[in-house]
């Protein structure tokens, strides 16, 4: 793990082991459980849990592993294969797009929970990432139509500043990360297994390259966890979930993709569909949600972006009007605003001035110094003034 | 023209005679001369506008031609063809489709007043025809798929026994009309100049296979009246206005199939239109009509028929629950149920019987002869027993 990614946790190593208890002990989404948590705190329940002592629904849920689990054994494992857990208690939790699962949960609504935590694989912040983040997903068993628009609206969402959320599987999925990271972007894959088990085969360079050139791959599922029918489903969930919409670019009449596009649309996210050839199968189900009026025709990215009201973000806004501290997150600003351009400050100087944690600004400064806004200097670090683009 | 035509008719020769000066004596759509003639009927319209004793807004509509319009030439050149101008006053007026204009003009909606007459070429009823039709339109500079997928929807919808209407345009329009007359079904054309004025000149055999095969070609425009580029616009709300839906199959941005569309919805119509390749520029206003909210998309003639409510026509029901009779209008049924399958009856006991005009069943008989519903035997008509498909 890179000193970037230390810097920006700040659950205790109490609660992170807790919640990687608490992510295994149970199948995910374990309602009673994450309800559980909610009362108790991570600590708590995950002894509680381990002790038997606890309502019945999540004895339920939890019958199966509650002694077995070792999630000490979780968290070597993932360490070594520089993994790590991020968790609700993490600057980096993305606790505003994941509210909309707690929304829905409360409405009533089945099989939306909120995750307990997620493995993650890959230098992003996961709450950066999701801020803004659109999904795009499909059938594996696409079309070239289907997998050539999969692969153009993911490389111009990119090369927006848009990070492009998938499932990693062959297919549409596929060729949406490969459309992003073909414009230098970030893509994030959501997986039905653990980030240290390769699946689909045929997509581990693929996987590989996600993690390589700044993007990630995300799961609920602890170290060695094999892919599972009813997974790709709950993993659905959370591509729904972590981003402001989802784009059904090919889909069968019951693919998956449906589903993730029904979920967007439960937890109250833009849901958008592509049109394509009448008599497609591949595109039937992209026309019954947009018939059924569950999906927005879409065939543009400008429309995507229109749709998922991003306009603003990336060259959806005038060239001349944008300012390229608009591709930041709102940490990320205050962290560059409160820089100065011709003498250094330290974190602790800027976390004062910007109200940001300390943590949290230790975390930012290198990623912004990447990105060209800051420089680390004797003094301390110093702003890197930006222009306008022309 | 036949004697079916003939006894359909209702309106006295001066009430036709004042129709064709009225209709050709504006540029329609005229909404003050089509108000006037509301007002004092069209004798005394079409005398006080020749005279000039009418108000300024239909002084304004009349001035180019109110002296020189010779209205019994009209009708003595539509004769001489086979034609004939279908007027309000006449039971074939499709009055109950034709509300829709009424009502919208009430609305203050612009340009989509009511004609004050059709000429008609052909030897549909047109009031039978328009009660259950659906408009099959689209650009003239079609794609293959366009006019592939006009020719199947038409095809498949006049196999229901659903008409299909369209614009006698090259393009989409002509495979619609080409896939109707495939199926042996009916289709009417609407035409932006006069129905003894063939254009489009490459389509001049097609219009005559309309006319041959049980169809119609329908127009405002009074004999040798050319096309011109207006009246295309003003020709569509009659496409629109005579068809419970419209069927928008490829369009660009800017076509004229958007206006029909357009004009369909402000008269409470349904909208319908198909989705093609994302990228497909002939697509592209059927995209935005979706996107819109302006049209539904539909990807079968199921999705057209339950669409426009036509369920229940044709082989919408299942082949089990149709009865032959369901082909029939509701004046044509009422006369079929009049009828005895082993008694002779005058056409004025049915008429006693089933509460329609004798001129109107005097009309119908011939017709149900036709379609294998009644036979005319020495002690009158008799109906033929119809059994539904197994």
Redesign the interface.
Known sequence: MTAVVEDQTAATDSERLARAYLLGVAEPPAPHLLAFVGERGPIEAAARVRAKDCPDGVLRETAARYKTLNAELHLESAAKSGDRLVVPEDHEWPAWPLLSMAVATGRGVKDVAAPLGLWVRGRVNLAEVSTRAVAVVGARNATP?GES?ALEFAYFLAGRQIPVFSGAAIGIDAAAHRGALGAGGVTVALLACAVDYAYPASNANLLQRIVDEGGAIVSEYPPTTKPARHRFLVRNRLIAGLTDGTLVVEAGIRSGARNTATTAGVLGKVVMA??????SGG??GC?AL??EDKA????SVD?VVESVGLIGIGSAAPESQRRPTDVLGPDALRVYDALLPRSGRSPEQVAQSAGVPVSRVRGLLPELEIDGFAVRGDTGWRQIVRRAAR
Do not use: F, K, M, Q
Not at 274 to 279: A, E, I, M, T, Y
Not at 296 to 299: E, G, N
């Open positions: 139509y628009n592509l049109p394509g050839p009448v008599d595109s039937a026309h947009i018939r927005t025709l879409v065939t429309e």
